[in-house]
């Protein structure tokens, strides 16, 4: 009949043995570049047809709001309206805004605009 301790060192010996390797297999790892930023649909289309429109960049942005003014009196003279509403009148204001940005930009060796 084996003797416990004899069970339990093959167990141990592969544990060991493990721990021992195991700074080895971190050092093989060799992390990823990091991600280029996208350039845009635009300038991705002009580069890829010629290499002289990597200097310039072209962008925009185009931004989208839409407000609901719900019962409100405002300031003057925006409230000039009161005298003339009654308890039945709601004054309810909605209205959408929206703003285009539009940007060309020019990169050299040594100067931008």
């Known amino acids: 009949m084996k003797s416990k ?13 493990a721990l021992a390797a195991a700074p080895g297999l971190r050092a093989q790892y060799a992390p990823p570049p990091p991600l280029q930023p ?32 719900e019962n409100g009196l405002g ?8 005298a003339l509403t009654t308890a039945t009148t709601r004054n309810d204001n909605g209205y959408f805004s929206d703003k285009l940005l539009l940007r060309a930009a020019y990169t050299d060796k040594w100067w931008s605009a």
């Open 5 to 17: 301790l004899s069970s339990f060192l093959p167990p141990l010996a592969a544990g060991l043995l």
């Open 38 to 69: 996208f350039p845009g649909f635009l300038n991705q289309e002009l580069r890829a047809k010629d290499p002289y429109w990597a200097n310039w960049d072209f962008s925009g942005a185009l931004r989208m709001r839409y407000e609901v003014k």
């Open 75 to 82: 300031l003057p003279p925006a409230n000039d309206f009161r």
